[in-house]
C-alpha cells in the first residue's frame, strides 16, 4: 500500500465527504490585514462540525474501510481533535471506538469525545507510548486501528481543505498551516502543489516543538525532548514517518512560532474576526503578526484554522494574563 495520497486520493475524499461534512467558508479578514500587511483569509475549521478538520481525515478513512475490518470496533491516539472526529464517524457507522488520550488533554476535549460515544484511556507518556499502547490494545481485541497523521487516507480527507480553497479563491498566492504530526500540511500541500504549483506553502510550528523545522536543516526525520506549548494540539516530538517526505517535497518553507506570538493570534482573531480558535488553531496569525513570514500588500494569504475547541474560560484566562502581561 502507498504511504502518501495522491491528487486523485483527494478528489475522490472531496467526493465521499462533501454531504457529510462543512465545505467551511473563506472569509476575508480586513482588519487584521492593516495589521499583517497582506490581504488576508481565514479558512475557518472551527466552523466544521465536531469545531476542527480532524473529521476529514477520520471519516474518509473509517468510510473507506470494509465493514467487517472495522465490525470489533477502531481505535486511535489523539491530542483531542482526532478523537472527535473518529468518533463522530465511528457514531455514524454505529461502531464502537476507543481513544487513548495524553492526560495533558483539555478537558472538553475529553467531555466531548465521551458525548460522541468514545470510550477513553487517559495516558502519561509522549507520542511513541501512546500508539505503542494504542497497538496492544488493538491486538488484544482485533481493533481497526486510524493513525490521525500516518494514513494516507486520513491525509487524502484533510487535503480536501486544499481543494476547497483553491477553488473558493483561485489567485491565492500563499497557505499558512499548522503542523503538528503532519498529516494536515501534507494532505493541503499535494492538494495545492498538484493542482497549483506557484502557490507558496508555509508550514507554520510552536518554537517549542521545532521537529520538522530542524529536520529539514539535519535533513532528516529529528526528534526533540516534548516540551510544554500553549499549542497543545501540535504537541509532538518527533516528524511522522509517512508525512516527512511529503513535507519536504511540497512545503516551501517552515517557521516556528513562539507562544507569545500564539497567543496574540488568538486574541486578534478574537477581537478582529469574532472567531474563536484554539492555540494551534492560531499560529499562522501569530507567525503574521511576529514578523516571521514575508508578505507584501497585494498578496493574497490564506490562513488555515484548525480548531476551536477550548474551554471559552480558559481561552478568557490566557487573554486576561497576555493583556496584564502587555501592561
Not at 478528489?11 to 487584521?32: D, F, G, M, V, Y
Not at 503574521?288 to 484548525?306: F, M, R, Y
Request: a negative charge; proline letters at 6%; hydrophobic letters at 40%.
Amino acid at each position: 500500500m502507498r504511504n502518501y495520497p495522491t491528487i486523485q486520493d483527494i478528489r475522490e475524499a472531496q467526493k465521499r465527504l462533501a454531504p457529510l461534512i462543512r465545505h467551511t467558508p473563506l472569509l476575508r479578514a480586513e482588519k487584521i490585514e492593516e495589521v499583517v500587511g497582506c490581504q488576508l483569509y481565514l479558512k475557518p475549521e472551527t466552523l466544521q462540525i465536531t469545531g476542527a478538520f480532524k473529521i476529514r481525515g477520520a471519516l474518509n478513512k473509517v468510510l473507506s474501510l470494509p465493514r467487517e475490518e472495522i465490525a470489533n470496533g477502531i481505535i486511535a491516539s489523539s491530542s483531542g481533535n482526532h478523537a472527535q472526529g473518529l468518533s463522530y464517524a465511528a457514531r455514524m457507522l454505529g461502531v464502537k471506538v476507543i481513544l487513548v488520550l495524553p492526560v495533558t488533554t483539555p478537558k472538553i476535549k475529553i467531555a466531548n469525545t465521551k458525548a460522541l460515544g468514545a470510550e477513553v484511556v487517559l495516558f502519561d507518556g509522549d507520542t511513541a507510548a501512546r500508539w505503542k499502547r494504542v497497538y496492544e490494545i488493538a491486538e488484544e481485541n482485533k481493533y481497526a486501528t486510524i493513525h490521525g497523521f500516518e494514513d494516507p487516507m486520513v491525509m487524502a480527507g484533510q487535503g480536501t481543505i486544499g481543494c476547497e480553497i483553491l477553488e473558493d479563491l483561485e489567485d491565492v498566492d500563499t497557505v499558512i498551516i499548522p503542523v503538528g504530526g503532519g498529516g494536515l500540511i501534507s494532505g493541503i500541500a499535494t492538494a495545492i502543489k498538484e493542482t497549483k504549483p506557484s502557490v507558496r506553502v508555509i508550514g507554520a510550528e510552536p518554537a517549542l516543538t521545532p521537529k520538522y523545522f530542524h529536520s529539514r536543516i539535519n535533513k532528516e526525520r529529528t526528534s526533540f525532548p516534548l516540551k510544554d506549548t500553549i499549542a497543545d494540539g501540535l504537541r509532538i516530538s518527533v516528524p511522522g514517518n509517512n508525512p516527512y517526505p511529503i513535507i519536504e517535497k511540497y512545503v516551501d518553507e517552515i517557521i516556528l512560532v513562539d507562544d507569545e506570538h500564539i497567543i496574540a493570534g488568538m486574541r486578534t482573531l478574537a477581537n478582529d474576526a469574532k472567531l474563536i480558535a484554539e492555540p494551534a488553531a492560531s499560529i499562522g496569525i501569530g507567525a503574521l503578526l511576529a514578523g516571521s513570514i514575508e508578505v507584501k500588500p497585494d498578496e493574497k494569504v490564506c490562513a488555515v484554522l484548525t480548531g476551536g475547541n477550548w474551554d471559552l474560560c480558559d481561552l478568557a484566562e490566557i487573554y486576561k494574563v497576555a493583556e496584564s502581561n502587555e501592561r
